[in-house]
């Protein structure tokens, strides 16, 4: 079970201290940023910070209801319902049941070849 | 690129070339063949913010609302987004601005979607940029007559990273605003110097990426926890997967 405390929440001005040396998209063309993927996902400056009041914005960037909620929903209704080429409950799904839970009678048996 | 001038010194219209990968402007088989104006490699629209913004305080049904958020005071309710911290952080922050409830908050949304999804198979990716203002009372604010689509991003691929390319005639013209438009409140009839801020930008998860520049795939992909994620690659399932991670936002 996981028992750690959430990552840190970085104030506004943290985030500004992070991207303020990264080149923009409109001054240096796409270019990859060193370390990208391994300990950073940033892929440029972004253009609101260009904007002087940006950085006194706490919330910046959100995520809408109709795409969380909706997508979420689908996706366990289609689970629950067993919806056909929908489903992800799948065979390798239970393989990696086996793996990182403690669910024995929901894992795959290889024995019979059936769920 | 964006082939375009801007008052803020960037004189960039007669260009012919781009400045960093110096591919053509136009079509290159058309300059030479065409005697007619030559055609551009792609094009986008923008639609201008500003007048729009004005044109709210020249109506005496819409006037007397852009100050609703402040009038209307909702004590421990939360129904607008004027009664959210992160509303009330900024005027905090921004003492002057906060003072003249006429100023305009704006939303920003994103996302692409295929305009001929009957029409044709291909793959075919419009990106329609909305800004919406939030002083108006929340039965009108985010309804359709006060959406303004500013931005219109038409190609056939996902512009990724790129977009802010396309959003700087925006960004100009909010930091414009930003500096006050003289403009006339019909409802006080008065002129008054509008200012106007972005609150924030609402899409859905990979146009997340494209706008705050953090990219939304692989193992890093949750903007929130950062470089101290705990995903891992399912074996067999061959995605990533932050199972469990939820537990560590709540209580044990």
Redesign the interface.
């Known amino acids: 079970?996981?028992?750690?405390?959430?990552?840190?929440?970085?104030t506004p001005m943290q985030v500004w201290r992070r991207?303020k040396d990264?080149l923009?998209?409109?001054e240096?063309?796409?270019k990859r940023i060193d370390g990208?993927?391994e300990?950073?996902?940033?892929?440029?400056?972004?253009?609101?910070w260009?904007?002087?009041?940006?950085k006194?914005?706490?919330?910046?960037?959100?995520?809408?209801v109709m795409?969380t909620k909706k997508s979420f929903f689908d996706n366990i209704f289609n689970i629950v319902m067993n919806v056909v080429c929908k489903t992800k409950d799948d065979?390798?799904?239970r393989?990696?049941l086996a793996?990182?839970c403690r669910r024995r009678d929901l894992e795959l048996k290889a024995q019979t070849g059936r769920w | 690129m964006l082939f375009y001038d801007n008052d803020t010194g960037k004189k960039d219209a007669s260009l012919l070339q781009c400045k960093f990968c110096h591919k053509p402007k136009y079509h290159p088989i058309n300059v030479a063949r065409r005697k007619k104006k030559p055609i551009p490699v792609k094009s986008m629209f923008y639609l201008p913010l500003i007048p729009r913004l004005q044109r709210l305080f020249a109506s005496m049904q819409i006037a007397p609302h852009m100050t609703w958020h402040h009038e209307k005071r909702r004590e421990g309710r939360l129904c607008h987004p004027s009664d959210g911290e992160a509303w009330k952080h900024f005027d905090r922050k921004h003492p002057t601005y906060a003072a003249d409830p006429r100023n305009v908050r704006l939303g920003l949304c994103s996302d692409g979607f295929n305009p001929y999804i009957q029409a044709s198979s291909l793959p075919y990716s419009c990106w329609p940029v909305i800004v919406t203002p939030y002083n108006l009372p929340f039965e009108l604010c985010m309804s359709k007559p006060y959406m303004f689509l500013t931005c219109l991003i038409p190609r056939p691929s996902n512009p990724k990273a790129c977009i802010d390319v396309f959003l700087e005639p925006l960004i100009d013209d909010l930091k414009k605003l930003w500096s006050g438009l003289l403009t006339y409140d019909i409802s006080k009839r008065q002129n008054f110097i509008m200012r106007s801020n972005l609150m924030w930008t609402i899409n859905d998860f990979p146009a997340y990426g494209m706008l705050s520049s953090w990219g939304t795939h692989g193992k890093l992909a949750c903007p929130h926890c950062m470089e101290h994620h705990k995903s891992f690659t399912l074996n067999y399932g061959r995605k990533t997967c932050w199972f469990d991670s939820h537990r560590r936002f709540l209580p044990i």
């Open positions: 079970m996981e028992t750690d405390g959430p990552p840190p929440r970085l991207v990264l923009k998209i409109t240096s063309g796409a990208f993927g300990w950073h996902n940033w892929t440029k400056r972004s253009i609101f260009d904007l002087p009041y940006w006194h914005n706490l919330l910046r960037h959100n995520l809408d795409h065979d390798k799904a393989k990696d793996l990182y």
